[in-house]
Structures are given as structure tokens and as C-alpha cells.
């Protein structure tokens, strides 16, 4: 009862945060500007977690699934050679490439908007690929809940299927 009580409060206060919360971070001293349509990163430690920690070889072709506001795309691009960015929210495409131009990273981070991997093209395979799924159970109804909700691990599970096919050995 008390887990089934935990997620409607943490939903509630996810979405409270990204109505209410600062539209402007700071994550390892990058501005980034933060649409109420994307998973605000200022307020959970994932995002800067993610970035601090990412080991990216010099000139590694880098793909963050799910990139949301672009703060790993564009870290990643720090080093990285090429680094693609997906979502399936429009709102965090547009949010991203904000971020990205932002941040003068154009010439090595693209985004593409597409559920998953399908809009990649089918010979193109990177180095490391980056992806902080949802986590929650429930059915994504706005493009936001995206970022919380994979009802029955089925996105999770879809991306380790489709993931084989774009990483380098």
C-alpha cells in the first residue's frame, strides 16, 4: 500500500518542480535553459551525476538516447568526435538543440527527434551509447511522461533488443 501511495507523490512532485522550478541550470559550470515540457534536470541528481561520471575516450562516436534538455549530448561532445542525441518529446528536441547551439557544440552534436532508435539509420553504430530511462509504472499521456513512465519495463526491455545492433564491438 505504501508503494502504491509513493509514486503518485513523487509524480505530483516531479511535475510540481518542473511548472514551478528555475528554467535555467547549472551542471558542471554549462548553463542550460530547461522548458516545463522537459525532465527538469536542476532538481534530481541523475542528470549531473550522469555528467560528471561519463568516461568518454577522445574521439569516440557517442548516442544519448532519451537526451532530454542535451546536458549528456553536449558533455559527452566534449571530447567526443560525434555525439547523436534522441527524444521522442519534441519540446526536449527543440530544448536540446537550444542547449547545444547554447553551448557552441553544433559542429558535434546533432538531434533527432524518434521513439527510440527509429530514426537512426540502420549501418550507423557508436562507441557508447547513453540512456537514463524512465522508471515509473504507469502510461505516458503528455509527451513529458515519457521521461517517467515505461509501463512494464517494455521500453527498457525494448532498448537492450535494439541496442545490439548500434554499438561497436
Not at 528554467?23 to 555528467?51: C, E, K, Q, W
Not at 560525434?82 to 547554447?102: C, F, Q, T
Not at 533488443?161 to 564491438?169: G, H, L, T, V
Amino acid at each position: 500500500m505504501v508503494n502504491k501511495l509513493k509514486q503518485p507523490i513523487i509524480v505530483w512532485l516531479i511535475k510540481a518542480v518542473q511548472k514551478f522550478g528555475k528554467h535555467r541550470v547549472t551542471v558542471l559550470g554549462r548553463t542550460y535553459s530547461i522548458s516545463d515540457r522537459v525532465f527538469n534536470p536542476g532538481y534530481f541528481y541523475t542528470s549531473a551525476f550522469m555528467a560528471e561520471n561519463l568516461d568518454i575516450k577522445s574521439g569516440a562516436t557517442v548516442l544519448d538516447m532519451g537526451t532530454g534538455s542535451g546536458i549528456q549530448a553536449i558533455t559527452a561532445g566534449m571530447k567526443a568526435a560525434e555525439v547523436i542525441a534522441v527524444d521522442i518529446n519534441h519540446s526536449a528536441v527543440l530544448s536540446a538543440r537550444k542547449n547545444i547551439a547554447d553551448n557552441g557544440m553544433n559542429n558535434i552534436v546533432s538531434v533527432l527527434e524518434g521513439d527510440l532508435f527509429s530514426p537512426l539509420e540502420k549501418h550507423i553504430s557508436f562507441d557508447v551509447i547513453l540512456f537514463n530511462p524512465p522508471y515509473l509504472e504507469g502510461v505516458p499521456r503528455t509527451d513529458f511522461d515519457h521521461a517517467l513512465y515505461d509501463p512494464g519495463k517494455k521500453l527498457i526491455i525494448r532498448f537492450f533488443s535494439e541496442a545490439k545492433n548500434y554499438i561497436n564491438p
